[in-house]
């Protein structure tokens, strides 16, 4: 039932990362069809009745264990709307990248610019690093698609290596005629600044007009899913209640699939980051974005 979730690609995209990323690719020209979809209707949150989250008095643990208790009562998912879809899901980063300066610094042209074939990402101020938690976020996340009859494609699904590019990253998911896509990532804002945000290609001709309003669509989605389903805010520190348009991330700029690159918190911020370290919150970023996921194929895009 969906009107459209065709997409055609051609060939590439890429995908990537933010503060912490680059991407791209070089040219290849996409011709793909336009989708456009319906907007996302804002989940209700009931509230909870709790978990299991040790939390030291007063300071940031309330929040923790209130965000997390929160998205408890998100905890039945309804993901039957992803069910025959393919959609990729690309954990940014990669363990290895710092490891390999030369190769990730190589530059790669993304229409509007060039930028870096990828980049090494940030990390909690206890060492936690984004790689690590994009790819734990990423698994949990194919794992929820998977087993709601999803066909998911991995940019990759281990943390040792380096890359791929952000060509390649975007190529894969354009090979596959994904329908939508994800690239996962943390950001590495203000200390200051808290909350999620999630980057939309702008409207760029030749390259991202066949994928700019089901990309749209699928962020608000994606935003209005994880608000609901994780408890965490928009950034206070970027963007408008969480969306933000980019023209220089390679990523979305490549692709010919409809796709974002959503940073689920602030690694920088000591509130958001007490969240992403917690394995119980990955877990509900993983099913709060599976939901979105549901709701954008559901609503006929
Ligand atoms: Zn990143």
Redesign the pocket.
């Known amino acids: 039932m969906r009107r459209v979730g065709v997409l055609l690609t051609l060939s590439l995209v890429v995908t990537f990362?933010?503060?912490?990323?680059t991407d791209s690719h070089t040219a290849a020209r996409r011709v793909a069809r336009r989708t456009r979809s319906a907007p996302a209707s804002k989940p209700t949150i009931v509230s909870t009745t709790t978990t299991t989250v040790t939390v030291p008095p007063s300071t940031v643990a309330p929040t923790v264990a209130t965000t997390v208790a929160r998205a408890a009562a998100a905890g039945s998912l309804s993901l039957g709307g992803v069910r025959g879809h393919v959609i990729v899901v690309d954990a940014?980063?990669n363990g290895g990248n710092a490891a390999h300066a030369s190769e990730i610094s190589r530059s790669i042209f993304i229409g509007t610019q060039t930028r870096a074939c990828d980049t090494t990402?940030?990390q909690t101020a206890d060492g936690y690093t984004?790689h690590a938690y994009n790819l734990d976020v990423a698994l949990r996340l194919r794992d929820l698609l998977e087993s709601s009859g999803a066909h998911v494609v991995m940019i990759r699904t281990d943390d040792a290596g380096w890359g791929p590019c952000i060509d390649e990253r975007a190529g894969i998911g354009n090979r596959a005629h994904a329908e939508a896509g994800i690239s996962v990532?943390?950001d590495g804002g203000p200390s200051s600044g808290r909350g999620f945000h999630v980057n939309t290609p702008a409207n760029i001709a030749g390259y991202t007009d066949d994928i700019y309003a089901a990309s749209h669509t699928l962020g608000v989605a994606l935003r209005d899913a994880y608000a609901a389903g994780t408890g965490m805010p928009p950034a206070n520190y970027i963007g408008s209640n969480g969306m933000v348009e980019r023209r220089d991330f390679g990523g979305l700029n490549l692709s010919d699939v409809p796709k974002v690159l959503f940073e689920t918190g602030n690694m920088q911020n000591a509130t958001d980051a007490a969240l992403l370290e917690s394995p119980g919150f990955r877990q509900r970023v993983a099913a709060a974005l599976a939901q979105g996921f549901a709701r954008y194929f559901a609503s006929g895009a």
């Open positions: 990362g933010v503060s912490c990323a940014g980063h990402g940030t984004e990532h943390a």
